[in-house]
């Protein structure tokens, strides 16, 4: 199966930080005030989405638990980007292709996500040093 690039859109970026309240003072001075927020309870993580006019997202991502992957991300490395996630369709699919042609996942399979998404993400060494979440809406999203 041939997948075609043009069908995939930039859903949002993923900024690993602290606390999202700290981080919030520098979103509010660029005019947003709105914040759609949630637990990710599978995750371990609180996220606040910031829409922006092309309808992508910059993703805020508070860790709720010290063994979570973004309080590993940040004691590691710092706040800051911790990954790119395009929005797909047919994710079960495209991660059977991917895995076909040697790309290396993190996840095989989807797992659930923010905003009632499946989501999967690809590993770092498969795409030039990025970690990228590939995410599909499901009915009911809320993006």
């Given amino acids: 199966m041939s997948f075609d690039w043009k ?8 900024i690993a930080v602290k606390s999202i309240e700290d981080a919030l ?3 509010r001075a660029m005019g947003w005030h709105n914040f759609a927020t949630e637990v990710v309870p ?3 993580v609180k996220v606040a989405f910031v ?3 092309n309808q992508s997202n910059i993703e805020l991502l508070e860790p709720t638990s010290t063994d979570s992957v973004i309080h590993k991300f940040i004691e590691k490395r710092g706040a800051g980007i911790h990954h790119i996630c395009l929005r797909v369709q047919q994710i079960e699919t ?7 042609q040697g790309v290396r996942l993190i996840d095989d399979r989807p797992r ?3 905003h ?3 989501v999967a ?3 770092p060494s498969a795409t030039g040093g990025v970690l990228i979440e590939l995410s599909e809406p499901q009915a009911g999203a809320h993006i």
Avoid: R
């Avoid at 069908?7 to 993923?14: A, F, K, M, R, S």
């Avoid at 495209?94 to 076909?100: F, I, P, R």
């Fill in 25 to 27: 003072p520098f979103y």
């Fill in 116 to 118: 009632n998404c499946k």
């Fill in 121 to 123: 993400f690809v590993h």
């Fill in 42 to 44: 599978t995750e371990k």
């Fill in 112 to 114: 659930p996500g923010a």
């Fill in 7 to 14: 069908q995939y859109e930039l859903d949002h970026i993923g």
């Fill in 51 to 53: 829409k922006l006019k």
């Fill in 94 to 100: 495209l991660l059977g292709e991917l895995k076909k």
